[in-house]
Nanobody, 117 residues
Framework: QVQLVESGGGSVQAGGSLRLSCAAS????????MAWFRQAPGKERELVSS???????VYADSVKGRFTISKDNDKNTLYLQMNSLKPEDTARYYC???????????WGQGTQVTVSS
């Protein structure tokens, strides 16, 4: 089993920045691809960004140019740098990991991000 623990969430004003971290308890083939999702109250969970084992990144249109995903393989840690935050970015952010980005087996408990106007 792999545990994913997110951190770095909080409250920030619009235009501010946060960096989320997701630490995996160990490396396996099933943590080589990772992603960030988010879910706002009353809305479905949506993909924010993903990174494949080759380093290929994907971003939701709503965050392109503002968010950057990265992964430190030595530390088994995934990051999400979020800049120019908007109130609509308010959500609970979840980290996920798997063999490929389209088949994610492990999920964290999430970290709350609240952006005020």
């Amino acid at each position: 089993q792999v545990q994913l623990v997110e951190s770095g969430g909080g409250s920030v004003q619009a235009g501010g920045s946060l960096r989320l971290s997701c630490a995996a308890s160990k490396y396996t083939h099933y943590t080589r691809a990772m992603a960030w999702f988010r879910q706002a109250p009353g809305k479905e969970r949506e993909l924010v960004s993903s990174i494949s084992y080759l380093g290929t990144t994907v971003y939701a249109d709503s965050v392109k140019g503002r968010f950057t995903i990265s992964k430190d393989n030595d530390k088994n840690t995934l990051y999400l740098q979020m800049n120019s935050l908007k109130p609509e970015d308010t959500a609970r952010y979840y980290c996920a990991a798997g063999f490929v980005t389209t088949d994610l087996s492990y999920w964290g408990q999430g970290t709350q991000v609240t952006v005020s106007s």
